[in-house]
């Protein structure tokens, strides 16, 4: 079993910044992928960012030069740090750990970008 545990959230004005952790425990395997899914109110959760157990990584269009994604294998810890947000950058935001074909969930954090 995997257990996540995201942290970073808050409200931030628009054009501002803020960084999510999210640290895993459990039964982690030697190859995954970690990463951030969002969903936003009335809409379904969408794909963020991922980033590999050798640093690979990759970002949806909508956050692509703003976000930025890493991880700390010796933690098992993951960290989205998001630059120029936006309004529409509002959500909770869930952190992921994908191995042997299964995809494990944190409880999400709140982002709310507002003036």
């Known amino acids: 079993q995997v257990h996540l545990v995201e942290s970073g959230g808050g409200l931030v004005q628009p054009g501002g910044s803020l960084r999510l952790s999210c640290a895993a425990t459990g039964r982690i395997f030697a190859i995954n992928a970690m990463g951030w899914y969002r969903q936003a109110p009335g809409k379904e959760r969408e794909w963020v960012a991922t980033v590999t157990i050798i640093g690979n990584t990759d970002y949806a269009d909508s956050v692509k030069g703003r976000f930025s994604i890493s991880r700390d294998n010796g933690k098992n810890t993951v960290y989205l740090q998001m630059n120029s947000l936006k309004p529409e950058d509002t959500a909770v935001y869930y952190c992921?750990?994908?191995?042997?074909?299964?995809?494990?969930w944190g409880q999400g954090t709140q982002v709310t970008v507002s003036s």
């Open positions: 992921n750990l994908y191995q042997s074909g299964y995809r494990y």
